[in-house]
């Protein structure tokens, strides 16, 4: 963005403005936010930072306490994404998300620290907290991944409660879509999809999750982007991390988190990274118009970054200066 015009911006929102790297920012952080817990952004440092795909501030506060209190970016990222996915009004992360066709709620999850480990969860059912089952796949298995049954007999073993994660809202949407039955994803559902969080310590260390329901009315079975590293998230702490929302399909034939972490290894900033993957997905889909991609970044300086292909996806950052609530710049315009 031209100087001139940030400024314009900055100061028609009534928000302070940052000086030196503002402009490092994800696109819309300067000065386009809708709303913001701090009047008055003084310059700032870029960490530490907690980033997450969408409006989630109860999410992102959580993580950011811990954050701000000396603890670790994994500690917080675990408990910003168990917020959400305790929250049973959102149709799309843990409790009361969305069924597959038959009527399961089905969870996938992901959580990945800065030495580079790496635990996830597919197809887990009745366990709210899929976030937390794939941590102690990181930390208390010889392996990275687990499916299905397998994953809830583990997460049975590790002391986790089993639930039923169908809400009543939930039992009555998908029971009206089985009049038609008709399978089309829904673009920026209620504003709020997968979760991705990242976030960058003290220390500067860095960490991300990623925790979802899938798409709704999913087939049995079908497992998307979330859980799946490089593609809904990646972190490598040299570099910076990125995490994906949106049909899952298109960024995993992308690989598109590992892709944005690999260009900015190359020297982009996270914003152009972020694009640059949404490029890569719409220049090979005719269709694109009938779906929703979006993607967070951040690099090692906590600068960060988002774009998505259509408006509406709105992204949560906290940092020292405050929390702030932007809206992504995309492909195509409002
Ligand atoms: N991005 C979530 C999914 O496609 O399952």
């Known amino acids: 963005m031209k100087r001139r015009k940030f400024i314009q911006r900055a100061s028609l929102s009534g928000v302070g403005i940052i000086t030196g790297s503002t402009a490092l920012a994800c696109k819309g952080e300067a000065g386009t936010s809708v709303s913001t817990t701090?009047?008055?952004?003084?310059?700032?440092?870029?960490?530490?930072?907690?980033?997450?795909?969408?409006?989630?501030?109860?999410?992102?506060?959580?993580?950011?306490?811990?954050?701000?209190?000396?603890?670790?970016?994994?500690?917080?990222?675990?408990?910003?994404?168990?917020?959400?996915?305790?929250?049973?009004?959102?149709?799309?992360?843990?409790?009361?998300?969305?069924?597959?066709?038959?009527?399961?709620?089905?969870?996938?999850?992901?959580?990945?620290?800065?030495?580079?480990?790496?635990?996830?969860?597919?197809?887990?059912?009745?366990?709210?907290?899929?976030?937390?089952?794939?941590?102690?796949?990181m930390e208390e298995?010889?392996?990275?991944?687990?499916?299905?049954?397998?994953?809830?007999?583990?997460?049975?073993?590790?002391?986790?409660?089993?639930?039923?994660?169908?809400?009543?809202?939930?039992?009555?949407?998908?029971?009206?879509?089985?009049?038609?039955?008709?399978?089309?994803?829904?673009?920026?559902?209620?504003?709020?999809?997968?979760?991705?969080?990242l976030a960058i310590d003290s220390e500067g260390n860095i960490s991300g999750g990623c925790t979802t329901s899938g798409l709704a009315y999913k087939m049995a079975g079908r497992v998307g982007d979330s859980p799946i590293i490089g593609s809904g998230l990646f972190v490598d702490n040299e570099v910076g991390a990125a995490t994906a929302t949106g049909l899952g399909e298109e960024v995993l034939k992308t690989v598109g988190s590992f892709l944005i972490v690999e260009l900015m290894r190359g020297g982009m900033s996270p914003q152009l990274a972020c694009e640059e993957a949404v490029r890569r997905i719409v220049s090979k889909n005719t269709n694109y118009r009938d779906f929703q991609v979006g993607y967070i970044a951040v690099n090692k300086k906590g600068e960060t970054g988002s774009y998505c292909i259509h408006p509406g996806f709105s992204v949560t950052v906290n940092r020292k200066a405050g929390r702030r609530i932007i809206t992504a710049e995309s492909h195509t315009k409002p």
């Open 141 to 197: 298995t010889p392996h990275v991944l687990l499916a299905g049954a397998g994953a809830e007999k583990f997460a049975l073993s590790q002391g986790f409660r089993k639930e039923n994660l169908l809400t009543e809202a939930s039992e009555k949407a998908w029971k009206e879509w089985k009049i038609k039955s008709e399978y089309k994803p829904i673009i920026n559902i209620e504003n709020h999809d997968t979760i991705g969080m």
């Open 38 to 137: 701090s009047t008055t952004v003084a310059t700032t440092p870029m960490k530490p930072v907690v980033i997450a795909t969408w409006n989630v501030e109860q999410a992102v506060t959580k993580a950011w306490e811990i954050i701000d209190r000396g603890g670790t970016a994994i500690d917080a990222i675990e408990a910003g994404c168990r917020v959400e996915e305790a929250n049973a009004e959102g149709q799309s992360v843990g409790i009361g998300g969305l069924p597959d066709r038959d009527g399961n709620v089905t969870l996938d999850a992901c959580i990945m620290n800065s030495e580079g480990e790496y635990g996830a969860v597919v197809y887990l059912q009745n366990f709210k907290h899929p976030i937390s089952v794939a941590r102690k796949v």
